[in-house]
Every structure is written in structure tokens, then in C-alpha cells.
């Protein structure tokens, strides 16, 4: 590689660890952290962190600039839940974060962008079990409105600009390293704390509120994938489908209590049932098997277990 990478966004969910992930493959020093702040987590003390907000782009053009940068991936996003609250400030960051990026891209300064887009990005027409690649999107919520957008401003300064930028619609995203972010699949990574520190926990879904997920190690697999991919394999320049496995909160819980048989779970739906009821179901990847070789490698089971097992240690140090 040719020049080092920057992580927009790099203190969230996938940003953490997408930063451990690619420092380890490249080193160091080749991969620049950025956030809003600085972030007091261990992990970025090990290569450069720089502080400024993706919306503005003299800073972020002068860290590109100074660190050689020729990869980004903008991560930077309020999340479904977070933006119902606040949409104004969700479209500024989310559109304008995007379009900071393709410009600086569009002048020749990067080879190539990651930006992701997310299942939030379809709506209530949209083919609920196995979505198609290619189908109708008409998302009701701030985020996945931005989100449709988004794919077609990616898709617009490939096809104008030639700029390389890639995506995928990540589904739910289940991770230990970070809390979660104020996405409306989270409850699948807060149940694990509570199964473990309370023995309950009150699910904002309902029970049988089937939504596609993944466990984090597969999405940054994938991410790292596509970015990697001889650029004659993308072939999909809005964004790709990715899927991992589909359950309901009924059926975690169900999994959880192999390992923790006293958890309970009870259900208070709220305003996120109705962003989780216009999602799919599953989603159909295959043309991202076939383009680029992706693969899942974590069922239900072995991500119970895994989340289990780590978020145990990480509140052991932790007390």
C-alpha cells in the first residue's frame, strides 16, 4: 500500500475496532485514528490520533495532506435511533460528512473511500425476507434516508469522477469492545451486560422482531475484504448487501440462557419497533460472495459465546 489510512469516526462501535484490525495488518503509524475528541481508550495511544469533526474539511484536508493519506474510511454517523431525535443535525453529519470526503477524493488526493451505508437504507416495500441486491428502497427514517442518499452520491462520483469508493449496508452489528451507539439493533449487544451483571434485561423490541445481524469480527472482515478487492471485482458501486444470520430477541435470549439459565427477559417496545418493523428480515448477499469472495463465520451459537465470554473479562478488569 501506498501512502497510510485514515478512520473518520474511529472512537464507535466499528471504528474501534476496524483501527486494531488494520493497525495490526499495516502497523502503527500507517493508520490514523480522528474523532470528535480524544478518546481515553488504551488502543489509540498506539499510533497517531488526530481530533477534528469530518464536517470540516480544511482540517480534515490539512490531516490527509500531512500524514500522506491515500485510504479513508468515513465512519463518522449518527446512528436510527439517535437521528429520530435530532434530524437536522443527523443530515448535516451523515450527508455533508460523505460529500466532505467524495470532494477531497474527486481531486485526486486519495485512491480510494469506504463509506458504509446500512439495512436501515430499505423500508416498509421493501422484500422483507431474503432482500434482494436490486429492489425497492423507500426508508422511512432519518437515517436510512441519508443512508439511500448516500449510496447514490457513492455510485454518482464513481460513475462522474471515477472515485473508488466502496460500500456495504451493514446489518446489526454485535460487538464487546465498544458500547453500543444508539442504533436500534443494539438491545443485541446491551442484553449481554445485563445478562451477565443483573440476570435480566427489558428489550425496547418486541420477542419475535426478526432482524439480520452480524458479529463485529465478520463485519470488519468484510470491510477490510472490499477495500482490498481488485477494483475490477467491485462491481456495485452504490452499495453491497451483507448479511451474517437473522434472529429475534426471543431466540438470543434463548441462546444466552445455555450459558446463564436464570436470565430473564421481558419487553417494553418503544419508538424503535416501528425502524425495526420497516427493516428486513434476511438479507440476500449474494452478490457479494460472488464479487469479492465474502464469507461469515459466526453463527448464533459461537457469537453467544464469544460475547459471553469477552464482555465477562472485560468487567472483571473493569472492577
Known amino acids: 500500500m501506498q501512502g497510510n489510512i485514515l478512520i473518520v469516526g474511529a472512537t464507535g462501535q466499528i471504528g474501534t475496532e476496524l483501527t486494531l484490525a488494520l493497525r495490526a495488518k499495516h502497523g502503527n503509524n500507517a493508520v ?48 436510527s435511533a439517535t437521528s429520530e431525535k435530532y434530524p437536522e443535525k443527523a443530515w448535516d453529519l451523515n450527508m455533508n460528512g460523505l460529500f466532505h470526503i467524495l470532494e477531497i477524493a474527486k481531486t485526486g488526493k486519495l485512491d480510494r473511500v469506504f463509506w458504509p451505508s446500512s439495512i436501515a437504507a430499505f423500508g416498509p416495500n421493501t422484500p422483507a425476507d431474503d432482500t434482494p441486491q436490486f429492489t425497492i428502497m423507500e426508508p422511512t427514517s432519518i437515517y436510512g434516508i441519508s443512508k439511500l442518499a448516500g449510496e447514490r452520491w457513492c455510485e454518482y462520483y464513481f460513475n462522474k469522477f471515477n472515485v473508488d469508493v466502496r460500500s456495504i449496508r451493514y446489518p446489526g452489528l454485535i460487538g464487546y469492545r465498544s458500547e453500543p451507539g444508539g442504533g436500534t439493533t443494539d438491545y443485541a449487544v ?55 444470520i437473522s434472529f429475534t430477541p426471543e431466540e438470543l435470549a434463548n441462546e444466552i440462557r445455555k450459558h446463564i439459565p436464570e436470565f430473564e427477559i421481558s419487553y417494553a417496545p418503544d419508538f424503535r419497533q416501528g425502524l425495526a418493523d420497516s427493516w428486513p428480515n434476511s438479507i440476500d448477499d449474494s452478490r457479494a460472495r460472488e464479487d469479492w469472495g465474502w464469507q461469515h463465520r459466526f453463527d448464533l451459537a459461537r457469537l453467544t459465546s464469544t460475547m459471553i465470554e469477552e464482555i465477562r473479562k472485560k468487567l472483571v478488569v473493569k472492577s
Open 32 to 79: 490514523i485514528a480522528s474523532d470528535i475528541k480524544m478518546s481515553e481508550d488504551p488502543i489509540f495511544k498506539d499510533g497517531p490520533f488526530e481530533v477534528f469533526s469530518v464536517l470540516d474539511r480544511p482540517r480534515m484536508e490539512a490531516v490527509i495532506d500531512q500524514y500522506n493519506v491515500k485510504v479513508v474510511y468515513q465512519l463518522a454517523a449518527l446512528l
Open 190 to 244: 446491551d442484553i449481554f451486560y445485563h445478562a451477565i451483571e443483573s440476570g435480566k434485561y427489558t428489550c425496547f423490541l418486541g420477542p419475535n422482531t426478526r432482524l439480520p445481524m452480524m458479529m463485529m469480527e465478520d463485519a470488519i472482515n468484510a470491510t477490510i475484504g472490499i477495500m482490498e478487492a481488485p477494483k475490477e471485482s467491485v462491481k456495485i458501486r452504490g452499495s453491497y448487501n451483507l448479511s451474517g
